[in-house]
DNA sequence: ATCCAAGTTTCCGTTCACGTCAACGGTAAT
DNA sequence: ATTACCGTTGACGTGAACGGAAACTTGGAT
């Protein structure tokens, strides 16, 4: 399927409105990761621009876009490997389906199915990083204990040197 | 400074009392991680032994091991590298001194000093660990917000499949 | 005294997630 | 058409964080 579109040669049109074609480039400024960065998670199969010109180069939609920044939160935040966030994104992709599925009119019970899917997948997600959260909560209240005990014991010392400068 | 305990020679003894001396195949296990990590560790200055045998052999001591532990939640709860953990420890390590310098029976103020510094540095890693649970709620917020999305659309097709299955 | 599991050092290898450089082609505006 | 930039595909390099094998020593139980 090849689309003229003023003089430019698009391999693959699938929506005919005005969504903007966003370059390697725009999307690395944006997103403040580098043009490598996304070649190189289109290579081990992570992003996939929304399309190819003839010349081979990459367009990418502002779905793309936003699956950048989510692909940063969960490498960053939740310090996933990139293997283990194409799990999830594939879980994730569900919705995707069902949102295609919804624009191809397909029956309402495959609709629900996919949307199913996407639920469970996100709640996977969810249960992640609330256990996470969890961890990183009593780590730090251990960190504000250990704080607490060092000023008690800073009162204690300014105690006794208030008692030593006295006589 | 080189004393005899036993049958065994060791190259430093700090306290003479029945404190634990693990070995690192034992620290290993317990922490979960294996020799070679240690070693690495050793290697680029982030965890020293308490003591080497005379024959090379390391000996921890359950401060080592309460470190290794820290570590590991710098590491993989807040996604530090080895070289920031490193920093992170160098301030900390002020609690340390200020332990041995009340040990020493050193003057109050310097004890006040360390005291202040140690309070500082867990001040601010206090603060780096709630930045990042701020942000990681915020991302788990979202993907909640997703799921409550998601779910209404599936209601409305419920309803739908129920309005179609009446007549 | 002997034996072996567990320790040691040294050195080289690996994986992940990119960075960097070269050589080249296409795009956009003048 | 020229110029100034993107952009492309390789290929190789890099830093972090270890893994693994070889060759040797040691501690502790039998």
Redesign the interface.
């Known amino acids: 399927m090849t689309v003229a579109r003023g003089s430019e040669t698009l391999d693959r049109v699938d929506d005919p409105d005005e969504e903007p074609r966003l370059r390697i480039g725009e999307v690395a400024r944006v997103t403040g990761l580098t043009a490598r960065t996304l070649r190189y998670w289109e290579e081990i199969g992570l992003l996939k621009p929304f399309a190819h010109r003839g010349s081979g180069e990459r367009l990418y939609s502002v779905a793309e876009r936003e699956r950048v920044t989510h692909i940063r ?1 969960l490498q ?4 996933l490997t990139l293997a283990e966030i194409q799990d999830v994104l594939a879980s994730e992709d569900t ?1 995707e389906r069902a949102r295609r599925a919804a624009r191809a009119d397909a029956p ?2 495959k ?2 199915r996919l ?2 899917d ?2 469970e997948a ?2 996977r ?2 249960d992640r ?2 256990e ?2 969890a ?3 009593e ?2 209240d251990e ?2 204990e ?2 607490d005990r ?2 008690a ?2 009162l204690e ?2 105690a ?2 208030r008692r ?1 400068s006295r006589r």
Chains 1, 2 share one sequence.
Not at 76 to 79: E, F, Q, S, T, Y
């Open positions: 939160e960053d935040l939740l310090g919705l309402t019970p609709r629900l949307l199913a996407a639920l996100n709640g997600l969810v990083i609330n996470r959260l961890r990183i909560k780590f730090r960190c504000v250990r704080g060092m000023r014991r800073q010392l300014e006794d040197q030593a």
